[in-house]
Each structure stands twice: as C-alpha cells, then as structure tokens.
C-alpha cells in the first residue's frame, strides 16, 4: 500500500529531526556536525495569500477613455457584482456607477464616439449567446440593442464617422452565420446590411461598408473575396497552413489602406500594409522570432504608429518618431512591461497599463501635451501587502529540436534572490493553457502566485500548436493532441526535473479546456508520470466534442478536422478515439479532480460527465464538481473561489502536500455541487453540508 504523500513528509521530518537532535557525543562524527551546522538554513514561506485577494472580484479593472477625452471608465464591485463606473476626466474620483448587473459581473465595454452611450455584452450563466446593451451616460437608462432569442451578438464596430451608430454581428436569422447589422444608439432602429449564408466574416471601413469577406473552404483553407458594387470578386486564398496566422486587420480612416497579418509565402506573421486601390503590399514590420501581435494606430488617421511582439516577452517598436518620446517616457513608469490601451480621439490623452509577474497591474492616464502620467489605480492594491514571486521566460528544447517558449515561477522561500535557481527540488504543477491556438505570457498571473504562494513550483508550456510563434510552429501541432502535443508538456517536465526545479514523482498537471484536455491525457496515456491531475472544463471524448460544438462555429469546422481528425473518414475516426482520454479511463491510478460549467457551449457537461460515469463503471475515485450556472470556466468570482478552494485541499491532501488555506466562507455565494467525490477532499463534504 502507498503511503499518502502528508505521511511520507512527515516521516521525513521526523527522520530529519532524530538526526539534528544527535550530537558528536551521541556517536555522530564531528565533520558531519560542522557540514550541518555551515548548511544556509531554510527560509521561512510568506503568509497565506487568501484566495479571495487572488480569485476575488478585482477593486477596479479595464480602465479606459472616451473618445472626446470626457470620461473615464471602468469596472467596479457594485453591491458585489462587476459593474461600469464612469467618471470626469477632470475629476476621476467621482466616479458613479453606469450598470446594474446583478449576476455575472461586466467583465468589458467600450465607449460609443458620440460622447453619450457606452456598450457592453452580457449571456445568461455562460451560454455565450451575448446580448449587446448601450447605456445613456446621462439617464442611466439601458437599452438591449439585440433582443434575440437563442442568438449570439457581438460588437462588430465603432467609428467617428457615425458616432450614433454601431454595427453588431448577430447570429439571429441563421444560428450558423453571422449577419452584419446596423443600429442607431438614439432610437434602436437596425439595418441589416446583408444576410449572410455563407461568409465566415467581414472587413468594414469607416462609413460601414463591407469591403472584404472570408469563407471557409472544405480542405481547411478560405478564400477572400472583395466588394465590387453589389457583387464579390475573388481576393486571394489563404492555404489551411496560414489560416491561424493571417488574418485582415481593417482599414485606416480614409479607407485607402488594409492592414493585414500575414504569414504566407513566410512562417511568422507580419505586419503588411495594402494599397485597396493598387494592391500592392509592403512590410510595415516583421520578427523571425513571432508573429506581430499588438498595434497602436494613430486614432485619427488609423495608421499603424508602434508595433508589439511577444516572444519570451512583449516588446514594442515605434514606427513613427513622433511618439518615441512618448514610449521612452511610459518605460520610466517602472520596471515591466508597459502597453497603451485606450486613446482619446484626438491623441492627447493615453492610458498605459504597467504590467510585472510579481506585482498586480497598475493603470495610468497619460497626458502627452504635458508629458505626464498620473497613477490612476492599481487592479488588486491587496497584493502590495503580499510577498509575491518572479516568472521566469525560458525556451525549452522538445526532443525534435523545437523551442518551447515557457514560464516558471518558484515559491519565494526557495529562491529568495528571483534568481529562478531553487534551493531544492519542489512538488510542481504543469499548469497547461487551454485552446489549444493561444498561448502564455509574461506578467501578472494569480494562477502562478497562488499555486507558488502554497509551496509549488508552477510551469507554463507554449506546446506546439500555440500561436504566436509562426506557422510552421502551429501546424507541428495538426493532429497531434495527446501525441506530439502531450510529448512537449512531458519535456518540459524533464527539464524541470534536470534544472533541480522538481522531483519525477512530485509533479500535478491541470488546466483549462484543452488544458483539461491534457489533463485527462496526463492521467490515461501516460498514466505513472503525473502524481494527479486538475481538469478543468476538459474534453474527453473528441468525437463528441467535435458533434457538439456551436453552430456558428460551422465556417470552421474544417480546421477542427484538418488539425485534431476528420470524424467522416475511417483513419480520422480511429486517431478521434485513440487520442480520447475516455478510451483509456481504466488506465486511471492517480488522484483527479474535474471541474464543469452546466452550460458550457464549447466543452458540453456531457463531456466531463462521460468521464466521470467511466470511473465510476470501474469504481476508480474520482471528485467531480459541478456549476449549474457557469459556462466554458467560471466566471463568477464567488464559483472560481470555490472551486480553488477544493483544487488546493485537493493538491495538499490527495498528491503534492502544499500549504492550505482552509475553506472557511469560501463557498459562500457560489453554485458548488458535487456529484460525486465529495468525501474524497478532507474537509469538502462539511464546507458542503455547512453551506446549506
């Protein structure tokens, strides 16, 4: 019988303590005696970070500025729920609060050019069908702009050109398409510019006209098309192997130029510029690192003035000398990453965000007449009274030569300098991001901070398949969920273990969606590497997940089949269910945890549940914790609190034997159920019965 890993530490300890207490009289030699006395002492952990400074609702985020320069806004706690606060320019401590959402939080909006409305989306407990609301900054009073049942709408843009209007895309008429829609902010009334049966999107222009629409072709790839009158002409192809690097951007102001990422006939995607009228191209910038991700356009012009890649970190370049001294000026704001994200339209006022690992973001308003930024607020001002750690970017090789661009971030008691060097091997959680087509980055990450805080060494992998560092590094990741992908995460696992970082048996995997996805696969496929696994709204049998994907996901279904298997062919079927977890269920030994959202759209409740039921068959344990009002991850504060509170009762108790917080109030306000499990996590079953 396995000891449990609390007994195994303490058996240690107390072997430890039996040896410190002899004594050179007591038969110990004195050489041993003087080494132990000359051995640095261990550095004691900082205090608990209470998840609810982590998890919690933040005191103020996603700060930004109308386009007349007027107000500024943000959102808020209002009676415990994420709301809009606006404020005067002048006077931003006057702040009052715009929305009464009373459910699921506003988590983003923007502000409408005419100076009066502000937008905002909002679902019903994470089904993803987003209304579109505006709300009168001088009457309070709100509006829902796209009143449709069982329909998905997003803000589709916003131009000074017509500041009372806003275009929309909504899913109404053909739940698999999209059509454009026009609405006037004054009295509601829509305009449907086109009813599209067959257009993946569109590129518009500054008055709202459709200039250029993407379809997606059979074979993975898609074809554009330009608007000549009423009708569309071909524009040019875009080949599957590019189809998650290129993309069109939009047009600046006058409409003349399209800016595009693009990485055909190259392998990262750069920044080109397109003449509409000519068609001639040229190279506004480029990286053989990574794709260019981020742009500051001139919001008068809408030509590109700074550029942003991100490699192991995000670094910009100024492409208009005008704003050098503007740049050079944000970096003295302090040390990390400093990135500008809102603009007043006439360009006087910016507001900067000043990102590190260790410190929680902190938002500027920046006035460039004046070449002055005045500190606006900082997201969690909690955190300053917290000890936290450093992240460490490194590219880790992957056995084919690869360059896996990582993050690690160490308990501070075991690298007290930030040198990124542990004093001693660590339990560590492979914490895998989900998508699988995004990535992880630098910065701020409460993830990292909790899991360190606890005692753990944590690991971030950009396995193959993430985007951002060309296409040649996305496409290594076609059909290789669970193969190529899975052997980049047990990889950096190796290196982990050969840096000192962490020890073979003392490594967890969790994560989100496809990093669910990798949980499941950690615990199956490969089942004696990790010593548990945390999978969050993860799938585990890929055929159904492939069945029960949004319809207005349809116009790319082809990349789901060209990238993970094509569940109409015999050899697609057979990889579908080879790299689904569900197939090796039984292969189970380790401790697992499942979290599920009831409403997930993108991860159906059917695919945690199948998992769990497979378990269950061959009594193997398992805790599975459900949200009857959460979607694909848990957006509520109250429910994500929640449910970190089991994952790190779980982590200490059931694998790695970190440090806890104990649950106390931390499943009040939230949804938690537990169908199955519960007396599985010390301490769960009476939160439970408590909670009641």
């Not at 009372?164 to 009295?187: C, G, Q, S, T, W």
């Not at 449907?192 to 518009?204: E, H, P, Q, V």
């Not at 789901?560 to 298997?565: A, D, H, K, P, Q």
């Amino acid at each position: 019988m396995r000891m449990p890993l609390r007994s195994i530490a303490l058996a240690s300890s107390c072997s430890l303590l039996l040896a410190a207490c002899a004594t050179p009289q007591s038969g110990k030699p004195e050489s041993a005696a003087k080494a132990a006395a000359s051995a640095p002492a261990r550095v004691a952990p900082p205090p608990l970070i209470p998840r609810k400074v982590l998890f919690g609702n933040p005191e103020r985020a996603a700060g930004e500025i109308s386009p007349d320069g007027r107000w500024l806004g943000f959102v808020a706690p209002d009676e415990g729920v994420l709301n809009v606060f606006v404020a005067p320019r002048e006077h931003p401590d006057q702040a009052k609060v715009i929305t009464h959402d009373r459910k699921r939080g506003v988590r983003n909006f923007n502000f409408a050019y005419d100076g009066k409305h502000l937008l905002y989306p909002q679902d019903e407990g994470g089904n993803e069908n987003f209304h579109i609301y505006s709300v009168d900054l001088d009457s309070g009073k709100q509006t829902d702009l796209t009143p449709f049942k069982n329909a998905r709408a997003d803000l589709g843009g916003l131009t000074p050109k017509h500041p009372h209007e806003v275009l929309i895309n909504a899913n109404d008429r053909n739940a698999k398409y999209f059509d454009p829609i026009r609405i006037d902010l004054r009295n509601g009334k829509r305009e449907r510019l086109i009813k599209n049966d067959s257009y993946a999107g569109f590129t518009t222009d500054d008055d709202f006209n459709l200039r250029l629409a993407s379809k997606s072709l059979d074979d993975g790839s898609s074809e554009w098309f330009k608007r000549s009158g009423k009708t569309w002409k071909p524009y040019g192809k875009v080949p599957q192997a590019d189809s998650l690097s290129t993309n069109a951007l939009g047009f600046t102001r006058d409409g003349k130029t399209l800016y595009v990422l693009d990485s055909r006939e190259r392998d990262t995607a750069a920044l080109f510029a397109v003449d509409w009228a000519s068609g001639k191209r040229s190279v506004v910038h480029e990286d053989a690192r990574a794709d260019v991700g981020g742009i500051l356009a001139d919001p008068k012009t809408g030509v590109a003035r700074a550029v942003s890649v991100d490699y192991l970190r995000t670094e910009w370049s100024v492409l208009d000398p005008a704003i050098q001294k503007d740049f050079d000026y944000l970096k003295t704001l302090g040390d990390g990453d400093v990135n500008v994200v809102s603009q007043s339209d006439d360009d006087k006022y910016w507001v900067a965000v000043l990102t590190r690992s260790d410190a929680s973001p902190k938002y500027y308003l920046y006035d460039r007449g004046a070449g002055k930024a005045t500190f606006w607020f900082d997201v969690r001002p909690a955190l300053a009274q917290q000890k936290l750690s450093v992240m460490h970017p490194v590219a880790i090789p992957a056995r084919d030569g690869l360059k896996l661009v990582s993050y690690y971030t160490l308990p501070t008691e075991a690298d007290p300098s930030g040198s990124g060097k542990s004093s001693h091997p660590l339990p560590m959680v492979l914490f895998v991001h989900g998508g699988p087509w995004g990535r992880d980055d630098y910065g701020y990450n409460a993830y990292h901070q909790w899991l360190a805080n606890r005692g753990y060494a944590v690991l971030s992998v950009n396995y193959r398949a993430s985007t951002g560092f060309g296409k040649a590094f996305v496409n290594a990741g076609d059909l290789q969920w669970g193969r190529k992908m899975h052997d980049d995460l047990l990889d950096a696992v190796d290196w982990a273990i050969t840096q000192g970082i962490t020890a073979k048996d003392k490594v967890a995997i969790m994560g989100g969606s496809y990093g669910g996805y990798a949980t499941l696969a950690g615990v199956t496929m490969t089942p004696d590497t990790f010593a548990c696994g945390v999978d969050i709204v993860g799938p585990s049998n890929l055929f159904t997940l492939l069945q029960s994907i949004p319809p207005y996901w349809t116009a790319f279904r082809a990349q789901f089949y060209t990238r993970m298997g094509n569940p109409d062919t015999e050899d697609g079927r057979k990889l579908l269910k080879e790299r689904s977890p569900l197939t090796y269920a039984d292969q189970i030994k380790k401790p697992l945890l499942i979290g599920q959202g009831k409403n997930d759209p993108r991860v159906n409740v059917n695919e945690s549940e199948q998992i769990v039921k497979a378990m269950q068959a061959k009594s193997i344990p398992v805790t599975y914790v459900l949200y009857p009002d959460e979607g694909h991850g848990f957006r509520r504060p109250e429910n994500n609190t929640s449910f970190n509170a089991v994952t790190e009762d779980f982590l200490a108790s059931k694998c790695l034997g970190g440090r806890v917080e104990p649950i106390g109030s931390d499943f009040a306000g939230s949804t938690i159920t537990v169908p199955a499990g519960a007396d599985l996590v010390p301490g769960l079953a009476d939160a439970l019965a408590a909670k009641k």
